[in-house]
């Protein structure tokens, strides 16, 4: 065989190079935090420690205007895994142990979408969909399961492996180490690839856990220890893949599926779980995958949760569901190619209830609470109410909702208003029903920012 010059070479190896990542498709690791607030991460201005994640970051893009799909546990998830809105998804709310339902049969979620592309896929941690058998991990594209099915203040707390409980309650402190021994022998068995990691931390939710090797660690409480102790997690789950060979070849992701509860930190954002202001439904998201997503970039454009599916959908090469999704493609975005894309608003539910849309650098809250998550219900209940008048806020200008600026921008509140509704024509009759109704109530004037009160 001829000697090869020094430029048939190097298009021998660019061409093979092309051949095996063709013919090696993309892992996949999506780490989702439970109750992980916008500011409680080192690279979003935290002090608490996280350089593995923050490496991330680094060596990838990090997202300023990421929301998750919703401001509590269940409906989050089901955005996450079919790229829909919870409410169309078929989970509204959070679901409890004394729940006999979870995600529909209809819905497919991002593992059943990759299993038509042969991903060995694996769940660690917490699921939420449905504790029941047929609602299990097992029944919905995971080859394997383990972890806690629903929140960890909820009992019996059972830890699970597959549909198999191997602990109840399981115990709290172990979790973390647990996951990530789980996580470490899924990417070691499945280093042929593809495979598909969805590693679902049960924390920082309440209550809190850490192992004794990280407690008291940290400068700022158990909160600070826990998070010390994810970061480690998720060193631990980039060594194993550099380990492998696999460093190249899989995305990372990092998001969390809500804002802070009663600890942690939204950053500047107003509110926080439970609630439709930013702090309830702004989250951190990174990516990385080297020499596909540039090192180092902040992204300020818009994404969702709900995009992580029909991105994956392009860059995995698996069709798409035939449920609409409610996400878009993002890889302009991780890619760099655009700072932002168009798109129609994001639309923020609390429960079946629309509260506020967020289009280009506006968001428009039209309807709200008459109290605060979490405490006490006013006499009547706890119901959602229009405004007196929708409330305006320039989030690029005022992060932290702290002024409405609708009268003097009422063609932008128009024109959310007509977006809103061209929207909410194409939702499920339970939800559009909910819209009209609360619109339709009568309220008393109530200082702009404030709960909003039923007339009379
Ligand atoms: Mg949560």
Redesign the pocket.
């Known amino acids: 065989m001829p000697a090869l010059n020094r430029r048939q070479f190097l298009a021998a190896a660019a061409s093979a190079t092309v051949a095996s990542a063709a013919a090696r498709p993309l892992n996949v690791v999506m780490i989702y ?4 607030g916008y500011g409680d991460l080192g690279c979003y201005g935290s002090r608490i420690a996280t350089p593995n994640i923050d490496r991330l970051a680094a060596e990838g893009i990090k997202f300023t205007h990421f929301y ?1 799909g919703n401001p ?2 269940s409906p ?2 089901a955005a996450i895994l079919t790229g829909r809105y919870p409410v169309r998804a078929g989970v509204p709310r959070v679901l409890f142990p004394t729940d006999t339902t979870g995600l529909p049969d209809s819905e497919v979620t991002i593992a059943q979408m990759l299993k038509a592309r042969n991903y060995a896929t694996m769940c660690v941690g ?1 699921w ?1 969909l449905g504790h029941l058998p047929q609602y299990l991990p097992m029944n919905r594209g995971f080859d394997e399961y383990f972890g806690i099915p629903y ?1 960890n203040d909820m009992t019996p707390r059972p830890l699970l492996h597959n549909a198999e409980t191997l602990e109840e309650p399981a115990k709290l402190e172990t979790l973390t180490p647990r996951y990530t021994e789980q996580a470490l022998r899924f990417i070691e068995r499945s280093k042929g690839g593809p495979f598909f990691l969805y590693m679902a931390h049960t924390y920082p ?1 309440i209550p809190l856990g850490a192992s004794e090797r990280f407690r008291g660690k940290s400068p700022l409480g158990l909160y600070g220890d826990v998070l010390m102790e994810l970061d480690w997690s998720t060193g631990e789950i980039m060594n194993s893949l550099r380990r492998n060979g696999l460093d190249n070849n899989t995305l990372v992701m990092f998001s ?3 804002g802070p ?1 009663y600890l942690g930190s939204p950053g500047h954002l107003r509110g926080r ?1 439970g609630t439709t202001y930013e702090g309830g439904q702004r989250v951190p998201f990174l990516a990385r995958l080297p020499g596909r997503i540039p090192k180092g970039r902040t992204c300020a454009g818009i994404g969702s949760i709900m995009d992580v599916l029909p991105t994956l959908s392009g860059l995995c090469e698996a069709p798409l569901p035939k449920n609409p999704s409610d996400g878009i493609d993002i890889w302009p975005l991780l890619s760099g190619q655009k700072p932002e894309l168009d798109r129609e608003p994001l639309l923020y539910f609390d429960d079946i209830h629309l509260q506020c849309a967020r289009w280009k650098q506006w968001k428009l809250h039209v309807a709200r609470y008459n109290s605060a998550a979490y405490s006490p219900a006013p006499a009547g209940g706890r119901v959602s109410l229009p405004l007196p008048a929708p409330e305006l806020y320039d989030l690029v200008n005022d992060p932290d909702e702290s002024y409405d600026i609708a009268p003097e921008h009422p063609e932008i509140v128009a024109e959310t208003r007509n977006r809103i509704e061209k929207m909410m024509a194409g939702f499920p009759d339970q939800i559009r029903k909910a819209y009209e109704q609360s619109k339709s109530r009568k309220v008393a004037p109530t200082a702009v920012g404030n709960f909003p009160r039923a007339a009379g």
């Open positions: 935090c439970d109750d992980l998750s509590v546990c989050s998830r917490k939420h929140s939710h969390s599926d809500n509860w779980k």
